[in-house]
C-alpha cells in the first residue's frame, strides 16, 4: 500500500526522469542541421570515357565502389556501350 507522501515523490520522480529526457532530445544535434562538403571524384566526358552514370553503386568488403554507364565506351560504336568504373575507397584518420 502506497502512502500519499511516496504518491507524490514518485509522480516528482516521473516528472523529472520525463523532462531530462525530452531536454536530452532536443540538445542532441540531428543529421539535418549538420553542413556537408559535395566533391566531384570524376566528371565523365563521353567517348571511352563514358557518359551518363545514373545506376546505384556497389561497393566491396574493402570499400571500394562499383558502377556503370549506359553510354560511352570502347565498344560505343559496336553495339555494346557503357562502362565499369571503380572508385578506390581512401580512408583519413581524423
Not at 523532462?19 to 566528371?43: D, F, I, M, N, R
Not at 574493402?62 to 553495339?79: E, K
Amino acid at each position: 500500500m502506497t502512502t500519499p507522501l511516496r504518491s507524490w515523490i514518485s509522480r516528482i520522480c516521473l516528472l523529472a526522469t520525463s523532462v531530462v529526457l525530452v531536454l536530452a532530445v532536443l540538445a542532441t544535434p540531428s543529421a539535418q542541421g549538420q553542413a556537408y562538403t559535395e566533391t566531384v571524384l570524376h566528371s565523365f566526358a563521353g567517348g571511352t570515357d563514358g557518359a551518363g552514370p545514373f545506376t546505384h553503386l556497389i561497393m566491396d568488403q574493402a570499400g571500394n565502389l562499383y558502377g556503370t554507364t549506359p553510354l560511352g565506351g570502347i565498344f560505343q560504336n559496336g553495339g555494346h556501350p557503357g562502362t565499369i568504373f571503380r572508385i578506390e575507397a581512401i580512408y583519413a584518420l581524423w
